[in-house]
Each structure stands twice: as structure tokens, then as C-alpha cells.
């Protein structure tokens, strides 16, 4: 039997429960197609149907589970292609984000990018994960917003909201918060330098290390589970 984890009635709040699927959904825990029963996750976390279904909505706008009238929820099979093609777009966009920001960050906002920065540094050194992707995920935002590109961030956020458990995922793997924090490094640099263009590069190149390392994690389910159709 797998083992599912167990959580503690204090803590089961929407957010905690979308973060526990979503961990079993790419460790493995919960295979593809298996089943997602609303009244048994309800008893699993202890908590009423409302915080199940709502959690199941973003895992489904997420792309991690599927949601069909009559047949209930399913964990998605998902393929390394969709993920490359994915990662591939948006490392475009958060680089253009980057290249934007790199010719209107004012120094007062290069410097606060660098003390969102030290604040995921202090979650490296302290392998705190969670820490370490709401710090990230606030660099980023910071970052992204002052592109002064609305339809920029809307294809951003969209994106990220495919993206963003794989990304929580990824920094659990050794070192990759402290080489994260590298990365964020060379990139305030050349933004500091105006250097467009390479704000551009790097950024790109940060977010493909990412895909690399996500479709590494799909690979393992396949091998555990079987090869997806894609």
C-alpha cells in the first residue's frame, strides 16, 4: 500500500492540502489516473467537502488533475513534451520581464530585489523549502511587476500557475536553493549594469535549468509508473 501522509486537523487548511497532493502527485504517491474521492480526502484531512473541492479546482487549473462531470477527479497523466514546451514559453517570458526591468528598476528597487534575494539565501542556508519558495515567488513578482507590462504579467501569471508545483517541488533537490540564489545574483547584476540583454539570457537560462530538473521528475514517475500516451 502507498503510504499517504498524514495531516494533523490543525493544519489542514486549503493551502496545506493543495501542498500535500500536490507532493504525492509528483513523488509518485498518487500514480496517473488514480481517483480523488472528495469524502475520502474530507475524512483524510478532517475537514468539511468545501476545502477539498476548492483545493482540487487549483490543482485541476494547475494542470495536475483532471475534473469530469459524473466521473469525479483523476490524477493527470502529464508528458515531458507538454512540460518542455512550457518552461520553453515561459522562460521567455520572465526574461522579458527581466530585460524590461533591467531599463526601469530605479537603484532603490535593485536594492530591495537584493534584499528579496538575501531573504532566499536565508532560507537556503537554513534547507528551509517552504521558505524558500515563498521568498522565491516574491523575488519574481517583485521582479516581474516592474516590467510596467500588464499583458506580460497576465501570460506570466497564467503560466505560473501551471508551473508553480514543480517549481515548489524542484527546490527540494540538493542544492538547488543556494544555486537559485547564484542565479539571482548574476541576474541583479546585469540589471544593475542596465544590461538588457543579458537580464534577458540569464533569466531564461534560470528558468530552462528548472525544466531540465522538472522533467527529470516526470521521467521518474513514468519509470514508476508506466510511460504517459504523450
Do not use: W
Not at 469530469?68 to 520581464?97: A, H, W, Y
Not at 526601469?104 to 534575494?117: F, H, P, V
Not at 511587476?145 to 533537490?173: D, G, P, W
Request: glycine share 6%; charged share 25%.
Amino acid at each position: 500500500m502507498r503510504h499517504m501522509t498524514k495531516v494533523a486537523p490543525a493544519v489542514s487548511s486549503t493551502a496545506n492540502i493543495i501542498s500535500v497532493l500536490e507532493d504525492e502527485i509528483l513523488n509518485g504517491t498518487l500514480a496517473p489516473e488514480d481517483r480523488l474521492d472528495e469524502q475520502g480526502l474530507a475524512r483524510r484531512f478532517n475537514v468539511s467537502r468545501t476545502p477539498i473541492r476548492e483545493a482540487l479546482r487549483h490543482l485541476a487549473s494547475s494542470g495536475l488533475v483532471d475534473i469530469k462531470p459524473n466521473q469525479g477527479t483523476t490524477v493527470r497523466r502529464l508528458t515531458t513534451s507538454d512540460l518542455i514546451e512550457m518552461f520553453q514559453v515561459f522562460g521567455e517570458l520572465c526574461g522579458l520581464g527581466a530585460q524590461l526591468g533591467a531599463r526601469r528598476l530605479s537603484s532603490a528597487e535593485i536594492d530591495k530585489l537584493r534584499a528579496l534575494n538575501q531573504v532566499c539565501a536565508d532560507a537556503a542556508e537554513e534547507d528551509d523549502a517552504d521558505k524558500f519558495f515563498r521568498a522565491n515567488l516574491e523575488f519574481h513578482d517583485f521582479l516581474d511587476a516592474r516590467s510596467k507590462n500588464n499583458y506580460l504579467l497576465s501570460e506570466i501569471h497564467k503560466m505560473s500557475k501551471h508551473l508553480n508545483a514543480y517549481r515548489r517541488f524542484i527546490t527540494l533537490q540538493p542544492r538547488r536553493m543556494m544555486r537559485s540564489v547564484e542565479e539571482h545574483n548574476q541576474i541583479i547584476d546585469a540589471i544593475g549594469k542596465g544590461d538588457e540583454e543579458a537580464a534577458h539570457i540569464l533569466m531564461r537560462k534560470h528558468v530552462n535549468l528548472l525544466a531540465g530538473s522538472a522533467t527529470d521528475v516526470l521521467i521518474a514517475l513514468e519509470n514508476k509508473h508506466g510511460p504517459s500516451d504523450g
